[in-house]
Each structure stands twice: as C-alpha cells, then as structure tokens.
C-alpha cells in the first residue's frame, strides 16, 4: 500500500526556517514528479513547489528564493527547506506523487502537516 508521510511541521516566528521531509513507500519513487502544496481554511490547495525525477524544480512565485524543493529517490524522500518564512506561509502542507508513465491511481497525496508562522 502506496504511502506517503509527511513531518517536520511545526509553529515558528516570522523570519524563521523550517524543513518538510515527506517519505515514500511501497513506489517506485523515480517515476513520480513529486510536489508540495499546502492549503489554508476557505481557500483552495495550492501548489507550492515541484520537482520532477530529473531534479528540474518549479515554484510558485511567492517562495522563489525563500523555498527549495529536493529530492532523494535511493531514500524514497522529498524534502522542502523553507527560509524566511512568512505569516502568509501558514498552511497544512501535502507532499504530493504524480506518475509519470500512466498507471492507476495517478496520484497520492499524504496527510498534510502543519506550519503556522506568526509572531
């Protein structure tokens, strides 16, 4: 059974640095472009940050240079270091699986874990 667990949440001031780490079992993780993307009360998920299996990494335009996505397919992790966060960043954050090649179910997501930046 296909699994991913996400951690590293947590409750942190303006300014402050967290990392997300989301591990995966039971895939083969090198066929999946994973993701991060993170969802407040009322609004939409959002996607915050992608990387496929080659390591080309995308973002949503309010983390560029504060966010870095990376991954590690020998450990079947993916990792978010998240730097100068912001009250805005507060959000349940998903680890997210695509498959690249076809195949059913098209995607996985985790639990969520928590960020609330406030001072």
């Known amino acids: 059974q296909v699994r991913l667990v996400e951690s590293g949440g947590g409750s942190v001031q303006p300014g402050e640095s967290l990392r997300l780490s989301c591990a995966g079992s039971?895939?083969?993780?090198?066929?999946?472009?994973m993701a991060w993307f993170r969802q407040t009360p009322g609004k939409q998920r959002e996607e915050v940050a992608t990387i496929d299996n080659d390591g080309k990494a995308n973002y949503t335009d309010s983390v560029k240079g504060r966010f870095t996505i990376s991954r590690d397919d020998t450990r079947q992790t993916v990792s978010l270091q998240m730097n100068g966060l912001q009250p805005e960043d507060t959000g349940t954050y998903y680890c997210?699986?695509?498959?690249?090649?076809?195949?059913?179910?098209?995607?996985?997501w985790g639990q969520g874990t928590q960020v609330t930046v406030s001072s």
């Open positions: 039971d895939l083969t993780f090198g066929t999946y472009t």
């Open positions: 997210y699986a695509r498959r690249l090649y076809g195949g059913s179910p098209p995607y996985y």
